[in-house]
């Protein structure tokens, strides 16, 4: 039985990694940081299955004990401060755990047992400013926010790892990825749950930021699975993770409200509070080497993951 450890466990992709892993037979360790109150809510259905430990990417010992001790075969490095909002009111935070943090990851292998399998969740941000459309594997970084940067010096200690020390070490680019799981805090869910919510009747509103911003959208369940694919290769490498189609903010709103029998126009307003400081281009993949090499597509389409969010958080006020 294969053994994995995985940071960030009860965030939206540890939970759709950890039932996956769980299907393939491997025993799962799920790093937390140590907490009053862990929330647990995406992994509630599978404690029994998995074991949560204490752990945190700031602190370089609890690394070095958690490898020792549970003896992993392979790590997926996702935890992170991921909101990219917040990295310009914390970006001081969001450098030592996003950046640093791989690196402590990274020292902790090296350190224990250099043949661990390591995987590094990288992001699109990284494109920001972008230098050609779509983006792929050579396709030059220049991010523009704190969290972009951030993610950008963790794929390249990865990178760096990997050439210097022969560490199996691979960098997933994963362009935007949603689920019912997301966090309100993301425009994505937050347009779902505020669908709901005007369809009950609890809010008369949606305030939003830019709605011509677009992304490219996929569903976070097919995500994991070429997480787990690029660690089971011959040779570690990075690889560009996405749909390889890119739709509007506004886009989303559209076919989220007519989901539910609405007109996105009568509900959503602009709101300048929402706008980021520097707004990324156009953000579209090219997931070609994927497709080739990991053999992987996606098997949720856009519209299909709007309205599984959307019924999600209808049936989650229902049921409230």
């Known amino acids: 039985m294969p053994t994995a450890l995985i940071t960030g466990i009860t965030g939206q992709d540890g939970s759709y990694l950890a039932e996956l892993l769980l299907t393939k037979g491997y025993r799962v360790i799920g790093v937390a940081r140590r907490s009053s109150t862990v929330n647990t809510e995406r992994i509630n259905h599978i404690l029994d299955d998995i074991m949560v430990v204490q752990g945190d990417l700031q602190d370089q010992g609890s690394l070095l004990s958690l490898l020792e001790e549970y003896k992993p075969d392979e790590v997926y490095n996702l935890a992170a401060q991921s909101f990219v909002p917040t990295s310009w009111n914390q970006p001081a935070l969001t450098g030592d755990v996003t950046a640093l943090g791989v690196t402590r990851m990274l020292e902790a292998i090296r350190f224990v047992n250099p043949k661990i399998r390591f995987y590094q969740a990288s992001s699109s941000e990284m494109f920001g400013k972008v230098q050609e459309v779509p983006q792929k594997e050579s396709t030059p970084f220049y991010p ?3 969290y972009g940067v951030a993610k950008m010096y963790g794929h390249w200690i990865t990178i760096n790892y990997r050439e210097s020390f022969d560490i199996f070490a691979t960098s997933g680019i994963l362009f935007n990825h949603e689920s019912p799981r997301r966090g309100l805090e993301f425009v ?19 305030r939003l930021g830019n709605l011509e911003a677009q992304r490219d959208w996929g569903f976070a369940g097919d995500y994991v699975e070429a997480m787990w694919l690029m660690l089971q290769q011959d040779h570690a490498d990075n690889y560009v993770i996405g749909t390889g189609e890119t739709h509007s903010v506004r886009e989303f709103c559209e076919i989220a409200f007519s989901h539910v029998g609405l007109d996105y126009n009568q509900y959503v307003i602009q709101d300048d509070k929402y706008y980021r400081p ?3 281009d156009l953000l579209i993949s090219d997931p070609s080497k994927a497709r080739v090499v990991l053999k992987w597509e ?3 389409s856009f519209k299909e993951l709007v309205t599984m969010m959307v019924d999600a958080d209808m049936q989650r006020l229902k049921k409230g």
Do not use: Q
Request: hydrophobic share 45%; no cysteine; net charge positive.
């Open 144 to 146: 523009r926010s704190p």
């Open 188 to 206: 994505t869910r937050k347009i779902s749950n505020g669908v709901a919510r005007i369809k009950f009747g609890l809010a008369k509103e949606l």
């Open 278 to 280: 520097a707004e990324v």
């Open 298 to 300: 996606p098997a949720v």
